[in-house]
């Protein structure tokens, strides 16, 4: 994403760190020098103070004061010596006595030019000297003791300028170190915190196409967990109401068709019921009339006439049957319940029932491996088409005996064929093998006990779905199609 959260959180704090630690570098370049010369010079008050209050008890000559002295030495790196004024010398610490007795007197009636008074006092000056010789600095301090004792002392300042820049060395390594680390880290965090967000995004755009599958999953109990419980909920809320939608949008539609209709399919139904009850009610009579006149006196010939009314009377119910549940649909009385349900499994579930009778008549049934493709639709509804399809596929399938089942995406809608080897439809008969009772083959729709209204009953559920249905003829055999739409729609 080109204003990724992710980037900008990671840039953000990588770069308030980046400043943070510049900032770190320039005020120790800056002030640490300064900071370890207050601190040098403060040692060396000190060590004026210990020499003084020695001088006022008398102890600067003893060997207690000595040791002391070498603490003091040790600690802060100082060296001096504490003289009479005009006598012998009453303690020296650090090295060469000599040339600390040298530089006593000459700081005392001699001052060096290159120097830098730090500060001075009745008592005491304070000054950093360069050494001519070595061109190394000191920090001196030479003076009187309230008792009259002079003293000098010396710490170098070399050792602290050095100190200074290895640990500025050291503070610019380690601090780009730690931006590096501290880089990959809030990388890490930033994505830890940005991959619900995202997650949540896709839901949210999945939800834009009308594909309420995708639901938030995380297990954490921060806000974002909470705003993804509350776009699963929305998401429920809108499937539920899209729903609704769209069944009482059939409705609406199917109303306002079936106004026109009623009338006219009224009298079409009436005709065509008394044309097909015509046949079997004489083949009742005419039985039923030769048993009663006795015209058959063998039990054999008995049974035949009674097993032809028992045939055709069966024919008859189920007629009324598919003619109830026709009638039903063409008046509206029965709801069409738009719901979201997997076609796949629907189909394979046909299949599967149907096994015995395909094994029976040596029809071999194909159909590749498809994954679940949801669909809206009532689901039964869709079932009773895809029977009359199959069933019709098995009664008219001749030659190799294939049916063969394929379902075709075709952008927001599934395409659902069913394909049978065996004689082509006439092209005459095509545009009619909808209407009710209309039989391309009536000898064979009698042979197998047909209605006539199977794909009458196909075409008016899928007119009350208002969608597309049809039958091909194909190389070898017959193609018989619907369509419905899908709930995932495809994504740019």
């Known amino acids: 994403m080109k204003y990724s959260i992710k980037k900008q959180f990671a840039f953000t704090f990588t770069g308030l760190m980046a400043v943070a630690l510049l900032a770190c570098w320039l005020i120790n370049s800056t002030f640490l020098s300064s900071y370890y010369e207050q601190k040098r010079e403060r040692a060396v008050k000190e060590t004026y103070n210990i020499l003084n209050d020695a001088a006022k008890k008398g102890t600067l000559g003893e060997e207690s004061f000595a040791i002391e002295l070498e603490k003091i030495s040790g600690r802060y790196n100082i ?10 010398i009453m303690g020296t610490f650090g090295n060469d006595m000599v040339m600390l007795q040298r530089l006593l007197w000459e700081r005392l009636y001699a001052p060096v030019e290159d120097t830098r008074l730090l500060e001075e006092t009745d008592n005491y000056s304070i000054q950093l000297v360069v050494d001519p010789k070595t061109k190394t600095e000191y920090m001196e301090m030479v003076g009187r003791l309230d008792e009259g004792q002079v003293f000098y ?5 070399e050792n602290i300028r050095e100190s200074v820049q290895i640990a500025n060395r050291f503070l610019f390594y380690v601090g780009i170190l730690g931006v590096l680390l501290s880089s990959i880290v809030i990388w890490m965090v930033s994505k830890k915190v940005t991959e619900p967000i995202l997650e949540l995004a896709d839901i949210s755009q999945r939800m834009t196409n009308l594909d309420f599958e995708a639901k938030y999953t995380g297990k954490s109990k921060n806000e974002i967990a909470l705003l993804g419980d509350n776009i699963n909920k929305l998401s429920e809320a809108l499937e539920e109401t899209i729903r609704e939608l769209k069944t009482a949008n059939n409705e609406l539609l199917k109303d306002l068709e079936q106004r026109n209709k009623t009338d006219e399919m009224r009298k079409e139904f009436l005709s065509n019921v008394s ?11 005419g039985y039923a009339e030769g048993l009663r006149e006795g015209i058959s006196e063998d ?18 119910n189920s007629m009324v049957k598919s003619l109830m549940t026709l009638n039903e649909l063409e008046f509206g009385h029965d709801v069409i319940n738009m719901e979201r349900f997997d076609l796949t499994a629907l189909i394979r579930g046909c299949i599967q029932s149907s096994q015995l009778l395909t094994r029976q008549r040596g029809i071999s049934v194909r159909m590749k491996e498809y994954p679940p493709v949801f669909v809206w639709g009532d689901e039964f509804k869709t079932e009773e088409v895809f029977r009359n399809y199959f069933s019709n596929g098995i009664n008219y399938c001749e030659g190799e005996k294939i049916i063969d089942v394929r379902l075709e995406q075709r952008e927001d809608k599934v395409r659902v064929t069913v394909f049978n080897t065996g004689k082509p439809i006439p092209e005459e008969c095509m545009g009619r093998i909808w209407e009710k009772f209309y039989k391309v083959d009536k000898a064979r729709t009698r042979e197998y006990g047909g209605s006539g209204v199977g794909l009458s009953i196909v075409k008016a559920i899928m007119d009350a779905f208002h969608q597309s249905y049809g039958a091909v003829n194909c190389e070898g055999g017959v193609e018989f199609w619907f369509e419905l739409e899908t709930v995932r729609k495809e994504q740019a």
């Open 275 to 285: 044309h097909e009850l015509k046949t079997p009610i004489a083949l009742i009579q």
């Open 299 to 316: 039990e054999e010939s008995r049974n035949y006439y009674c097993d032809v009314i028992m045939d055709e009377a069966g024919k008859m």
């Open 153 to 157: 002392m010396r710490t170098p300042m």
């Open 79 to 88: 060296m001096g010596v504490v003289q009479e004024a005009d006598g012998p």
